[in-house]
Protein backbone atom coordinates (compact mmCIF):
# COMPACT_ATOMS: atom_id res chain seq x y z
CA UNK A 1 0.00 0.00 0.00
CA UNK A 2 3.21 2.29 -0.10
CA UNK A 3 1.92 3.52 -3.44
CA UNK A 4 -1.22 4.52 -2.44
CA UNK A 5 0.48 6.78 0.57
CA UNK A 6 2.52 7.89 -1.69
CA UNK A 7 -0.26 9.02 -3.89
CA UNK A 8 -2.27 10.15 -1.81
CA UNK A 9 0.61 12.50 0.02
CA UNK A 10 1.28 14.03 -3.41
CA UNK A 11 -2.67 14.63 -4.15
CA UNK A 12 -3.23 16.91 -0.86
CA UNK A 13 0.30 18.26 -0.80
CA UNK A 14 -0.43 19.36 -4.55
CA UNK A 15 -3.64 21.13 -3.45
CA UNK A 16 -1.85 22.61 -0.42
CA UNK A 17 0.56 24.31 -2.54
CA UNK A 18 -2.22 25.49 -5.33
CA UNK A 19 -4.51 27.23 -2.65
CA UNK A 20 -1.33 28.83 -0.96
CA UNK A 21 -0.47 29.81 -4.06
CA UNK A 22 -3.75 31.27 -5.13
CA UNK A 23 -3.70 33.36 -2.01
CA UNK A 24 -0.49 34.41 -2.29
CA UNK A 25 -0.48 36.13 -6.03
CA UNK A 26 -2.91 38.59 -7.58
CA UNK A 27 -3.34 41.91 -6.95
CA UNK A 28 -3.59 41.99 -3.52
CA UNK A 29 -2.11 38.55 -1.90
CA UNK A 30 -2.05 37.09 1.12
CA UNK A 31 0.75 35.88 2.62
CA UNK A 32 0.19 32.28 4.12
CA UNK A 33 1.00 34.04 7.70
CA UNK A 34 -1.74 36.66 6.86
CA UNK A 35 -3.73 34.21 6.31
CA UNK A 36 -3.44 32.49 9.72
CA UNK A 37 -4.65 35.76 11.08
CA UNK A 38 -7.32 36.15 8.84
CA UNK A 39 -9.03 32.86 9.66
CA UNK A 40 -8.61 33.46 13.37
CA UNK A 41 -10.17 36.81 12.87
CA UNK A 42 -7.28 38.83 13.93
CA UNK A 43 -7.12 40.08 11.13
CA UNK A 44 -9.93 42.12 9.68
CA UNK A 45 -8.51 45.12 7.70
CA UNK A 46 -8.10 45.33 4.15
CA UNK A 47 -6.91 41.40 3.68
CA UNK A 48 -9.88 40.10 5.17
CA UNK A 49 -11.98 41.68 3.12
CA UNK A 50 -10.89 40.63 -0.15
CA UNK A 51 -10.31 37.29 1.51
CA UNK A 52 -13.42 36.38 2.50
CA UNK A 53 -15.44 38.19 -0.37
CA UNK A 54 -12.81 38.12 -3.76
CA UNK A 55 -10.25 35.30 -3.05
CA UNK A 56 -11.97 32.80 -1.08
CA UNK A 57 -14.88 32.15 -3.60
CA UNK A 58 -12.66 32.24 -6.37
CA UNK A 59 -10.26 29.46 -4.65
CA UNK A 60 -13.41 27.22 -3.60
CA UNK A 61 -14.93 27.25 -7.35
CA UNK A 62 -12.06 26.39 -8.58
CA UNK A 63 -12.05 23.01 -6.52
CA UNK A 64 -15.66 22.27 -6.77
CA UNK A 65 -15.04 22.76 -10.75
CA UNK A 66 -11.69 20.81 -10.89
CA UNK A 67 -12.53 18.08 -8.09
CA UNK A 68 -16.36 17.38 -10.24
CA UNK A 69 -14.52 17.27 -13.81
CA UNK A 70 -12.27 15.15 -12.85
CA UNK A 71 -14.18 12.91 -10.82
CA UNK A 72 -16.75 12.44 -13.26
CA UNK A 73 -13.84 12.22 -16.04
CA UNK A 74 -12.30 9.34 -13.84
CA UNK A 75 -15.84 7.22 -13.29
CA UNK A 76 -16.97 7.75 -17.21
CA UNK A 77 -13.22 6.68 -18.46
CA UNK A 78 -13.50 3.10 -15.86
CA UNK A 79 -17.73 2.66 -16.40
CA UNK A 80 -17.00 2.72 -20.22
CA UNK A 81 -14.04 0.86 -20.24
CA UNK A 82 -12.66 3.91 -22.61
CA UNK A 83 -9.59 5.83 -21.75
CA UNK A 84 -10.95 8.77 -24.54
CA UNK A 85 -13.96 9.36 -22.28
CA UNK A 86 -14.55 12.44 -20.32
CA UNK A 87 -17.70 13.61 -18.98
CA UNK A 88 -18.97 15.76 -21.90
CA UNK A 89 -19.08 11.89 -23.93
CA UNK A 90 -22.53 11.81 -22.88
CA UNK A 91 -23.68 15.66 -24.29
CA UNK A 92 -23.41 17.12 -20.96
CA UNK A 93 -21.50 19.97 -21.86
CA UNK A 94 -23.07 20.40 -25.11
CA UNK A 95 -26.07 20.60 -23.45
CA UNK A 96 -24.91 23.08 -20.74
CA UNK A 97 -23.01 25.09 -23.36
CA UNK A 98 -26.50 25.34 -25.44
CA UNK A 99 -28.16 26.51 -22.50
CA UNK A 100 -26.00 28.44 -21.62
CA UNK A 101 -25.42 30.24 -25.16
CA UNK A 102 -29.29 30.67 -25.34
CA UNK A 103 -29.25 32.78 -21.70
CA UNK A 104 -26.38 35.16 -23.43
CA UNK A 105 -28.27 35.39 -26.98
CA UNK A 106 -31.46 36.19 -25.30
CA UNK A 107 -29.92 38.81 -22.69
CA UNK A 108 -31.04 36.60 -19.75
CA UNK A 109 -29.22 37.79 -16.63
CA UNK A 110 -26.20 35.88 -14.87
CA UNK A 111 -28.26 33.48 -12.93
CA UNK A 112 -30.70 32.75 -15.59
CA UNK A 113 -27.89 31.60 -17.89
CA UNK A 114 -26.39 29.22 -15.12
CA UNK A 115 -30.17 28.18 -14.38
CA UNK A 116 -30.69 26.91 -18.35
CA UNK A 117 -27.07 25.98 -18.58
CA UNK A 118 -27.38 23.30 -15.85
CA UNK A 119 -30.89 22.17 -17.18
CA UNK A 120 -29.26 21.98 -20.37
CA UNK A 121 -26.77 19.35 -19.36
CA UNK A 122 -29.11 17.42 -17.39
CA UNK A 123 -31.76 17.58 -19.85
CA UNK A 124 -29.08 16.52 -22.82
CA UNK A 125 -28.07 13.71 -20.89
CA UNK A 126 -31.60 12.40 -19.99
CA UNK A 127 -32.61 12.46 -23.78
CA UNK A 128 -29.12 10.62 -24.66
CA UNK A 129 -29.89 7.96 -22.16
CA UNK A 130 -34.24 8.09 -23.40
CA UNK A 131 -32.72 7.66 -27.43
CA UNK A 132 -30.47 5.01 -26.58
CA UNK A 133 -33.34 2.67 -24.42
CA UNK A 134 -35.35 3.50 -27.49
CA UNK A 135 -32.66 2.25 -30.08
CA UNK A 136 -31.44 -0.42 -27.84
CA UNK A 137 -32.73 -3.49 -29.09
CA UNK A 138 -30.20 -6.58 -28.93
CA UNK A 139 -26.89 -4.12 -28.97
CA UNK A 140 -24.41 -3.57 -26.89
CA UNK A 141 -25.51 -1.03 -24.76
CA UNK A 142 -22.68 1.05 -23.81
CA UNK A 143 -21.33 1.47 -27.66
CA UNK A 144 -25.55 2.72 -28.19
CA UNK A 145 -25.40 5.25 -25.67
CA UNK A 146 -22.26 6.45 -26.38
CA UNK A 147 -23.19 7.04 -30.00
CA UNK A 148 -26.54 8.42 -29.21
CA UNK A 149 -23.94 11.14 -27.04
CA UNK A 150 -22.30 11.68 -29.88
CA UNK A 151 -25.34 12.04 -32.13
CA UNK A 152 -26.80 14.73 -30.15
CA UNK A 153 -24.17 16.59 -28.82
CA UNK A 154 -22.83 17.30 -32.92
CA UNK A 155 -26.71 18.77 -33.08
CA UNK A 156 -25.91 20.94 -30.11
CA UNK A 157 -22.82 21.67 -31.80
CA UNK A 158 -24.96 22.77 -34.45
CA UNK A 159 -27.67 24.80 -32.77
CA UNK A 160 -24.99 26.95 -31.15
CA UNK A 161 -23.31 27.28 -34.03
CA UNK A 162 -26.12 29.41 -35.32
CA UNK A 163 -26.73 30.91 -32.08
CA UNK A 164 -23.14 32.39 -32.83
CA UNK A 165 -23.88 33.35 -36.10
CA UNK A 166 -27.06 34.85 -35.18
CA UNK A 167 -25.77 36.76 -32.01
CA UNK A 168 -24.51 40.36 -31.70
CA UNK A 169 -21.11 40.58 -33.01
CA UNK A 170 -20.21 43.08 -29.94
CA UNK A 171 -21.33 42.29 -27.11
CA UNK A 172 -23.54 39.12 -27.43
CA UNK A 173 -20.39 36.81 -29.41
CA UNK A 174 -17.58 37.65 -27.37
CA UNK A 175 -19.71 36.71 -24.03
CA UNK A 176 -20.46 33.47 -25.67
CA UNK A 177 -16.87 32.79 -26.96
CA UNK A 178 -15.41 33.39 -23.40
CA UNK A 179 -18.30 31.05 -21.75
CA UNK A 180 -17.40 28.90 -24.15
CA UNK A 181 -13.38 28.50 -22.80
CA UNK A 182 -14.74 28.62 -19.29
CA UNK A 183 -13.35 31.51 -16.48
CA UNK A 184 -14.14 31.69 -13.09
CA UNK A 185 -13.54 35.45 -13.13
CA UNK A 186 -16.99 36.59 -12.74
CA UNK A 187 -18.13 33.58 -10.25
CA UNK A 188 -19.63 35.19 -7.00
CA UNK A 189 -20.00 33.48 -3.22
CA UNK A 190 -23.97 33.20 -4.71
CA UNK A 191 -23.37 31.44 -7.70
CA UNK A 192 -21.03 29.08 -6.02
CA UNK A 193 -23.24 28.20 -3.58
CA UNK A 194 -25.61 27.73 -5.70
CA UNK A 195 -23.98 25.36 -7.43
CA UNK A 196 -22.51 23.55 -4.53
CA UNK A 197 -25.23 21.29 -3.54
CA UNK A 198 -25.51 19.18 -6.98
CA UNK A 199 -21.69 19.19 -7.31
CA UNK A 200 -21.90 17.70 -3.98
CA UNK A 201 -24.40 15.94 -4.16
CA UNK A 202 -23.30 13.96 -7.62
CA UNK A 203 -19.53 13.34 -6.39
CA UNK A 204 -21.00 12.18 -3.11
CA UNK A 205 -22.96 9.64 -5.56
CA UNK A 206 -19.61 8.75 -7.49
CA UNK A 207 -17.91 8.04 -4.28
CA UNK A 208 -20.22 5.37 -2.11
CA UNK A 209 -20.37 3.88 -5.77
CA UNK A 210 -16.96 3.58 -6.49
CA UNK A 211 -16.10 0.16 -5.28
CA UNK A 212 -19.24 -1.80 -7.63
CA UNK A 213 -17.83 0.89 -10.17
CA UNK A 214 -15.20 -1.23 -10.86
CA UNK A 215 -16.64 -4.45 -11.40
CA UNK A 216 -18.08 -2.32 -14.98
CA UNK A 217 -14.63 -2.17 -15.84
CA UNK A 218 -14.44 -5.90 -16.40
CA UNK A 219 -16.86 -5.17 -18.97
CA UNK A 220 -21.16 -6.38 -19.27
CA UNK A 221 -20.77 -9.50 -19.29
CA UNK A 222 -18.69 -10.10 -16.61
CA UNK A 223 -20.02 -7.48 -14.18
CA UNK A 224 -23.61 -9.14 -15.05
CA UNK A 225 -22.17 -12.72 -14.03
CA UNK A 226 -20.73 -10.74 -10.46
CA UNK A 227 -24.95 -10.42 -10.01
CA UNK A 228 -24.77 -6.85 -10.54
CA UNK A 229 -27.41 -4.92 -12.45
CA UNK A 230 -25.36 -2.88 -14.82
CA UNK A 231 -27.86 -0.95 -16.44
CA UNK A 232 -29.26 0.48 -12.85
CA UNK A 233 -25.96 0.96 -11.76
CA UNK A 234 -24.38 2.71 -14.45
CA UNK A 235 -27.59 5.18 -14.52
CA UNK A 236 -26.98 6.05 -10.62
CA UNK A 237 -23.19 6.58 -12.14
CA UNK A 238 -24.10 8.72 -15.17
CA UNK A 239 -26.80 10.64 -13.06
CA UNK A 240 -24.36 11.40 -10.86
CA UNK A 241 -21.51 12.39 -12.62
CA UNK A 242 -24.31 14.82 -15.01
CA UNK A 243 -25.27 16.14 -11.39
CA UNK A 244 -21.64 17.31 -10.78
CA UNK A 245 -20.69 18.24 -14.25
CA UNK A 246 -23.79 20.08 -15.27
CA UNK A 247 -23.58 22.21 -12.08
CA UNK A 248 -19.69 22.98 -12.09
CA UNK A 249 -20.57 23.80 -16.31
CA UNK A 250 -23.22 26.60 -15.29
CA UNK A 251 -20.80 27.84 -12.75
CA UNK A 252 -17.60 27.79 -14.65
CA UNK A 253 -18.61 27.53 -18.43
CA UNK A 254 -17.33 24.69 -20.70
CA UNK A 255 -13.79 24.25 -19.14
CA UNK A 256 -12.45 21.70 -21.57
CA UNK A 257 -9.71 18.73 -20.92
CA UNK A 258 -9.22 18.60 -16.88
CA UNK A 259 -12.22 15.40 -16.96
CA UNK A 260 -9.93 14.02 -19.90
CA UNK A 261 -6.65 14.34 -18.39
CA UNK A 262 -6.74 14.66 -14.87
CA UNK A 263 -7.78 10.84 -14.54
CA UNK A 264 -4.97 9.81 -15.93
CA UNK A 265 -2.43 11.47 -13.49
CA UNK A 266 -4.09 10.54 -11.45
CA UNK A 267 -4.29 6.85 -12.54
CA UNK A 268 -0.27 6.80 -13.50
CA UNK A 269 0.35 8.14 -9.23
CA UNK A 270 -2.33 5.56 -7.87
CA UNK A 271 -2.76 2.53 -10.05
CA UNK A 272 -6.51 2.25 -11.83
CA UNK A 273 -9.00 1.16 -8.70
CA UNK A 274 -11.52 3.43 -8.81
CA UNK A 275 -11.95 3.23 -4.88
CA UNK A 276 -8.85 5.32 -4.90
CA UNK A 277 -8.81 6.56 -8.27
CA UNK A 278 -12.18 8.54 -7.73
CA UNK A 279 -11.24 10.69 -4.73
CA UNK A 280 -7.35 11.22 -6.51
CA UNK A 281 -8.89 12.69 -9.20
CA UNK A 282 -10.94 15.15 -7.14
CA UNK A 283 -7.94 16.09 -5.44
CA UNK A 284 -5.79 16.62 -8.09
CA UNK A 285 -8.54 17.93 -10.38
CA UNK A 286 -8.75 20.44 -7.99
CA UNK A 287 -5.28 21.16 -7.49
CA UNK A 288 -4.73 21.41 -11.23
CA UNK A 289 -7.88 23.80 -12.27
CA UNK A 290 -7.02 26.08 -8.69
CA UNK A 291 -3.47 26.42 -10.30
CA UNK A 292 -4.77 27.03 -13.79
CA UNK A 293 -6.88 29.93 -13.13
CA UNK A 294 -4.35 31.03 -10.67
CA UNK A 295 -2.31 31.68 -13.59
CA UNK A 296 -5.16 33.24 -15.74
CA UNK A 297 -5.49 36.02 -13.00
CA UNK A 298 -1.95 37.31 -13.34
CA UNK A 299 -0.19 35.92 -16.50
CA UNK A 300 -1.83 38.46 -18.98
CA UNK A 301 -3.34 42.25 -19.11
CA UNK A 302 -6.76 40.41 -19.13
CA UNK A 303 -8.39 37.15 -18.04
CA UNK A 304 -7.63 34.41 -20.39
CA UNK A 305 -9.66 31.92 -20.52
CA UNK A 306 -9.04 28.59 -18.40
CA UNK A 307 -9.80 26.19 -21.62
CA UNK A 308 -6.95 27.85 -23.34
CA UNK A 309 -4.87 27.39 -19.94
CA UNK A 310 -6.36 23.88 -19.40
CA UNK A 311 -4.90 22.53 -22.62
CA UNK A 312 -1.68 24.46 -23.20
CA UNK A 313 -0.72 23.65 -19.51
CA UNK A 314 -2.31 19.82 -19.18
CA UNK A 315 -1.06 18.78 -22.41
CA UNK A 316 2.94 18.83 -22.00
CA UNK A 317 2.39 17.34 -18.30
CA UNK A 318 0.48 14.80 -19.26
CA UNK A 319 2.56 14.10 -22.50
CA UNK A 320 5.56 13.65 -20.02
CA UNK A 321 3.73 11.94 -17.50
CA UNK A 322 3.09 9.68 -20.18
CA UNK A 323 6.62 9.25 -20.70
CA UNK A 324 7.33 8.33 -18.21
CA UNK A 325 4.97 5.92 -16.93
CA UNK A 326 4.94 3.62 -19.92
CA UNK A 327 5.79 0.17 -17.76
CA UNK A 328 2.82 1.07 -14.90
CA UNK A 329 -1.06 -0.63 -15.51
CA UNK A 330 -3.45 -0.26 -18.37
CA UNK A 331 -4.21 3.49 -20.01
CA UNK B 1 -27.00 -35.45 -5.16
CA UNK B 2 -28.84 -32.57 -6.36
CA UNK B 3 -30.04 -30.53 -10.02
CA UNK B 4 -28.48 -27.70 -9.71
CA UNK B 5 -28.47 -26.54 -13.51
CA UNK B 6 -31.19 -27.86 -15.92
CA UNK B 7 -32.24 -27.31 -19.23
CA UNK B 8 -35.09 -28.59 -20.65
CA UNK B 9 -36.08 -27.89 -24.58
CA UNK B 10 -33.91 -24.76 -25.22
CA UNK B 11 -33.14 -23.52 -27.89
CA UNK B 12 -30.19 -20.50 -27.77
CA UNK B 13 -29.33 -17.79 -30.70
CA UNK B 14 -29.24 -14.20 -30.95
CA UNK B 15 -32.68 -11.98 -32.39
CA UNK B 16 -34.56 -14.61 -34.32
CA UNK B 17 -31.32 -16.20 -35.18
CA UNK B 18 -31.35 -19.89 -33.74
CA UNK B 19 -27.77 -21.11 -33.44
CA UNK B 20 -28.36 -24.41 -31.52
CA UNK B 21 -32.10 -26.43 -30.42
CA UNK B 22 -33.04 -28.93 -28.70
CA UNK B 23 -30.78 -28.90 -26.04
CA UNK B 24 -31.68 -30.62 -22.52
CA UNK B 25 -29.53 -31.78 -19.79
CA UNK B 26 -29.37 -31.81 -16.16
CA UNK B 27 -25.89 -30.81 -14.01
CA UNK B 28 -25.70 -32.27 -10.23
CA UNK B 29 -23.84 -31.61 -7.19
CA UNK B 30 -20.28 -32.85 -7.62
CA UNK B 31 -20.11 -33.77 -11.43
CA UNK B 32 -17.93 -32.07 -14.45
CA UNK B 33 -19.88 -31.91 -17.04
CA UNK B 34 -17.69 -30.93 -20.34
CA UNK B 35 -19.06 -29.22 -23.55
CA UNK B 36 -17.36 -29.59 -26.98
CA UNK B 37 -17.73 -28.16 -29.89
CA UNK B 38 -15.99 -26.63 -33.26
CA UNK B 39 -15.67 -22.37 -32.83
CA UNK B 40 -18.88 -20.71 -33.82
CA UNK B 41 -20.77 -24.38 -33.13
CA UNK B 42 -22.72 -21.98 -30.11
CA UNK B 43 -20.62 -22.89 -27.21
CA UNK B 44 -20.43 -19.51 -26.38
CA UNK B 45 -24.04 -18.51 -27.13
CA UNK B 46 -25.31 -21.11 -24.56
CA UNK B 47 -23.06 -20.28 -22.20
CA UNK B 48 -24.48 -17.08 -22.38
CA UNK B 49 -28.37 -18.34 -22.19
CA UNK B 50 -26.89 -20.35 -19.30
CA UNK B 51 -25.78 -17.29 -17.14
CA UNK B 52 -28.99 -15.34 -18.49
CA UNK B 53 -27.40 -12.63 -20.26
CA UNK B 54 -29.49 -13.26 -23.11
CA UNK B 55 -32.85 -14.93 -23.11
CA UNK B 56 -33.76 -18.23 -23.99
CA UNK B 57 -35.83 -18.66 -27.67
CA UNK B 58 -37.23 -21.91 -26.61
CA UNK B 59 -37.48 -24.08 -23.65
CA UNK B 60 -36.38 -22.99 -20.16
CA UNK B 61 -33.10 -23.06 -17.74
CA UNK B 62 -33.47 -24.16 -14.69
CA UNK B 63 -31.09 -22.70 -11.24
CA UNK B 64 -31.58 -24.96 -8.65
CA UNK B 65 -35.06 -25.55 -9.45
CA UNK B 66 -36.17 -22.31 -10.43
CA UNK B 67 -36.42 -20.78 -13.26
CA UNK B 68 -33.92 -18.72 -14.53
CA UNK B 69 -35.89 -16.35 -16.08
CA UNK B 70 -37.45 -15.49 -12.61
CA UNK B 71 -34.33 -14.68 -11.11
CA UNK B 72 -32.58 -11.24 -10.53
CA UNK B 73 -29.15 -11.00 -11.68
CA UNK B 74 -28.19 -11.03 -7.79
CA UNK B 75 -29.90 -14.74 -7.29
CA UNK B 76 -28.05 -15.94 -10.47
CA UNK B 77 -24.98 -14.99 -8.75
CA UNK B 78 -25.77 -16.41 -5.40
CA UNK B 79 -26.65 -19.60 -7.24
CA UNK B 80 -24.09 -20.07 -10.76
CA UNK B 81 -20.72 -18.86 -10.74
CA UNK B 82 -18.79 -17.89 -14.07
CA UNK B 83 -15.54 -17.84 -14.89
CA UNK B 84 -14.34 -16.34 -17.83
CA UNK B 85 -11.42 -17.06 -20.33
CA UNK B 86 -8.58 -15.64 -18.71
CA UNK B 87 -8.08 -12.76 -21.61
CA UNK B 88 -4.87 -10.64 -21.16
CA UNK B 89 -5.19 -6.84 -20.72
CA UNK B 90 -7.90 -5.18 -18.93
CA UNK B 91 -6.79 -2.88 -15.70
CA UNK B 92 -3.70 -3.69 -13.33
CA UNK B 93 -6.08 -4.77 -10.27
CA UNK B 94 -3.75 -6.82 -7.92
CA UNK B 95 -4.99 -10.12 -8.01
CA UNK B 96 -6.74 -10.18 -4.29
CA UNK B 97 -9.03 -7.08 -5.48
CA UNK B 98 -9.79 -9.31 -8.16
CA UNK B 99 -10.85 -11.95 -6.57
CA UNK B 100 -13.00 -10.25 -3.88
CA UNK B 101 -14.88 -8.52 -6.78
CA UNK B 102 -16.39 -12.13 -6.53
CA UNK B 103 -18.09 -10.74 -3.20
CA UNK B 104 -20.49 -8.13 -5.42
CA UNK B 105 -23.43 -10.12 -5.35
CA UNK B 106 -23.08 -10.65 -1.68
CA UNK B 107 -22.33 -7.33 -0.83
CA UNK B 108 -25.26 -4.16 -0.46
CA UNK B 109 -24.98 -1.64 -2.68
CA UNK B 110 -23.47 0.95 -1.52
CA UNK B 111 -20.82 -1.22 0.32
CA UNK B 112 -17.06 -2.14 -0.62
CA UNK B 113 -15.45 -5.69 0.96
CA UNK B 114 -14.53 -5.40 4.27
CA UNK B 115 -12.49 -7.69 6.17
CA UNK B 116 -13.97 -10.76 5.94
CA UNK B 117 -14.72 -10.69 2.36
CA UNK B 118 -10.59 -10.10 1.75
CA UNK B 119 -10.18 -13.24 3.87
CA UNK B 120 -12.11 -14.64 1.97
CA UNK B 121 -10.50 -13.70 -1.10
CA UNK B 122 -6.97 -15.06 0.50
CA UNK B 123 -8.75 -18.25 1.60
CA UNK B 124 -9.32 -18.91 -2.16
CA UNK B 125 -6.21 -17.67 -3.57
CA UNK B 126 -4.54 -20.18 -0.82
CA UNK B 127 -7.07 -23.04 -1.48
CA UNK B 128 -5.97 -22.59 -5.43
CA UNK B 129 -2.19 -22.46 -4.38
CA UNK B 130 -1.37 -19.30 -5.46
CA UNK B 131 -1.97 -16.99 -2.43
CA UNK B 132 1.67 -15.98 -3.12
CA UNK B 133 0.10 -13.56 -6.20
CA UNK B 134 -2.34 -11.70 -3.96
CA UNK B 135 -0.75 -8.25 -4.06
CA UNK B 136 0.57 -8.85 -7.37
CA UNK B 137 -1.73 -6.94 -11.05
CA UNK B 138 -3.24 -8.95 -12.56
CA UNK B 139 -1.90 -8.11 -15.73
CA UNK B 140 1.47 -9.29 -14.88
CA UNK B 141 0.17 -12.97 -14.51
CA UNK B 142 0.84 -15.47 -16.55
CA UNK B 143 -2.31 -16.43 -18.40
CA UNK B 144 -2.57 -19.84 -16.07
CA UNK B 145 -2.17 -18.00 -12.95
CA UNK B 146 -4.69 -15.51 -14.11
CA UNK B 147 -7.20 -18.29 -14.86
CA UNK B 148 -6.54 -19.85 -11.23
CA UNK B 149 -7.10 -16.03 -10.20
CA UNK B 150 -10.38 -16.00 -12.04
CA UNK B 151 -11.69 -18.99 -10.40
CA UNK B 152 -10.69 -17.98 -6.82
CA UNK B 153 -13.17 -14.96 -7.73
CA UNK B 154 -16.04 -17.99 -8.76
CA UNK B 155 -15.21 -19.34 -5.56
CA UNK B 156 -15.93 -16.42 -3.28
CA UNK B 157 -19.14 -15.91 -4.87
CA UNK B 158 -19.95 -18.65 -3.24
CA UNK B 159 -22.13 -20.47 -5.69
CA UNK B 160 -22.46 -24.23 -5.61
CA UNK B 161 -22.75 -24.19 -9.37
CA UNK B 162 -19.35 -23.50 -11.60
CA UNK B 163 -19.18 -22.61 -15.41
CA UNK B 164 -16.20 -22.36 -17.02
CA UNK B 165 -15.54 -20.95 -20.59
CA UNK B 166 -12.51 -23.00 -22.15
CA UNK B 167 -10.58 -22.71 -18.71
CA UNK B 168 -7.66 -24.19 -20.82
CA UNK B 169 -7.65 -22.42 -23.40
CA UNK B 170 -3.91 -20.44 -24.58
CA UNK B 171 -2.25 -22.13 -21.29
CA UNK B 172 1.00 -24.41 -21.37
CA UNK B 173 0.78 -28.11 -21.07
CA UNK B 174 1.26 -27.61 -17.45
CA UNK B 175 -0.56 -25.31 -16.37
CA UNK B 176 -3.65 -26.82 -18.84
CA UNK B 177 -2.62 -29.84 -16.30
CA UNK B 178 -3.28 -27.84 -13.09
CA UNK B 179 -5.98 -25.96 -14.35
CA UNK B 180 -8.13 -29.18 -15.17
CA UNK B 181 -6.95 -30.56 -11.50
CA UNK B 182 -8.76 -27.81 -9.66
CA UNK B 183 -11.73 -28.23 -11.96
CA UNK B 184 -11.59 -32.09 -10.86
CA UNK B 185 -10.93 -30.68 -7.25
CA UNK B 186 -13.73 -28.53 -7.19
CA UNK B 187 -16.27 -30.72 -7.77
CA UNK B 188 -14.80 -34.20 -5.96
CA UNK B 189 -13.36 -32.35 -2.82
CA UNK B 190 -15.95 -28.93 -2.59
CA UNK B 191 -19.34 -30.58 -4.12
CA UNK B 192 -19.54 -28.27 -6.75
CA UNK B 193 -21.43 -28.60 -9.93
CA UNK B 194 -19.15 -27.99 -12.92
CA UNK B 195 -20.04 -27.47 -16.92
CA UNK B 196 -16.60 -26.56 -18.63
CA UNK B 197 -16.36 -26.15 -22.07
CA UNK B 198 -13.34 -26.80 -23.79
CA UNK B 199 -11.90 -27.48 -27.18
CA UNK B 200 -9.43 -30.66 -26.07
CA UNK B 201 -11.90 -33.98 -26.29
CA UNK B 202 -8.80 -35.43 -24.36
CA UNK B 203 -9.51 -33.34 -21.67
CA UNK B 204 -13.25 -33.90 -21.40
CA UNK B 205 -11.78 -37.52 -20.99
CA UNK B 206 -9.25 -36.33 -18.18
CA UNK B 207 -11.83 -34.98 -15.99
CA UNK B 208 -15.27 -34.99 -17.04
CA UNK B 209 -18.24 -37.46 -15.70
CA UNK B 210 -20.36 -36.85 -18.90
CA UNK B 211 -19.39 -34.69 -21.99
CA UNK B 212 -21.88 -33.42 -24.67
CA UNK B 213 -21.06 -32.23 -28.28
CA UNK B 214 -23.00 -28.77 -29.83
CA UNK B 215 -22.19 -29.04 -33.44
CA UNK B 216 -24.75 -28.03 -36.52
CA UNK B 217 -26.74 -26.63 -34.40
CA UNK B 218 -27.83 -29.68 -32.31
CA UNK B 219 -26.55 -31.20 -29.15
CA UNK B 220 -25.18 -34.49 -28.73
CA UNK B 221 -25.58 -35.94 -25.21
CA UNK B 222 -24.90 -35.48 -22.24
CA UNK B 223 -23.31 -39.16 -21.73
CA UNK B 224 -20.07 -40.83 -20.50
CA UNK B 225 -17.48 -38.78 -22.48
CA UNK B 226 -15.92 -42.18 -23.21
CA UNK B 227 -19.16 -43.00 -25.12
CA UNK B 228 -19.33 -39.58 -26.89
CA UNK B 229 -15.99 -38.68 -27.73
CA UNK B 230 -15.69 -41.28 -30.99
CA UNK B 231 -13.28 -40.67 -34.24
CA UNK B 232 -16.42 -40.71 -35.85
CA UNK B 233 -17.98 -38.05 -34.06
CA UNK B 234 -14.95 -36.37 -33.57
CA UNK B 235 -14.55 -36.30 -38.07
CA UNK B 236 -17.96 -35.20 -38.14
CA UNK B 237 -17.82 -32.23 -35.97
CA UNK B 238 -14.01 -30.74 -36.40
CA UNK B 239 -13.36 -32.55 -39.97
CA UNK B 240 -10.29 -33.94 -38.87
CA UNK B 241 -9.35 -37.78 -37.93
CA UNK B 242 -8.78 -38.93 -34.35
CA UNK B 243 -8.18 -42.09 -32.13
CA UNK B 244 -9.04 -43.12 -29.34
CA UNK B 245 -7.34 -45.59 -27.34
CA UNK B 246 -6.68 -46.98 -23.62
CA UNK B 247 -3.22 -46.07 -22.10
CA UNK B 248 -1.13 -47.63 -19.56
CA UNK B 249 -0.60 -44.64 -17.02
CA UNK B 250 0.72 -45.05 -13.33
CA UNK B 251 -2.68 -44.32 -12.34
CA UNK B 252 -4.49 -46.89 -14.20
CA UNK B 253 -5.57 -47.32 -17.59
CA UNK B 254 -7.35 -44.18 -19.35
CA UNK B 255 -8.70 -43.85 -22.67
CA UNK B 256 -6.77 -40.76 -24.72
CA UNK B 257 -7.79 -38.53 -27.45
CA UNK B 258 -4.85 -37.32 -29.99
CA UNK B 259 -5.91 -35.47 -33.67
CA UNK B 260 -4.22 -37.85 -36.67
CA UNK B 261 -2.41 -35.02 -39.32
CA UNK B 262 -2.47 -36.59 -42.63
CA UNK B 263 1.30 -36.45 -43.85
CA UNK B 264 1.90 -33.70 -46.40
Not at chain 2, 179 to 204: C, I, K, N, S, Y
Request: proline share 6%.
Amino acid sequence: MRRGALAWGVGVAALVVAVLGALAVGRFPIAPGQLWAILTGTETGTPAIVFWNIRAPRVGAAILVGASLAAAGAAFQGMFRNPLASPDLLGVSAGASLGAVLGIFLGLPVAAVQGLAFAGGIAAVAAVAALSSVVRGQGDPVLVLILAGIALGALMGAAISLLKILADPYNQLPAITFWLLGTLSAATREDILAAAPAALLGLVVLLLLRWRLNLLTLGEDEARALGVNTTALRAFAVAGATLATAAVTALAGAVGWIGLVVPHMARMLGGPDLRRLIPLSALLGAAFLLAVDTLARVAGRTELPLGILTAVLGTPLFLWLLVRARRGGAA
Amino acid sequence: MTTLLAAQGLSVGHGRRVVAAGISFTLETGQVLSLLGPNGGGKTTLLRTLLGLIPALAGEVRLDAAPLASLSRREVAHRLAYVPQAAPGGFAYAAREVVAMGRAARLPLLAAPGARDLALAEAALDRLGISHLADRPVTELSGGERQLVLIARALVQDARCLVLDEPTASLDFGNQARVLREVRALAVRDGLAVLMTTHHPDHALLVADAAMLLHGGAMTGPMPPADLITPARLRAAYGVDAVVGALATPQGERLVCAPLVAPP
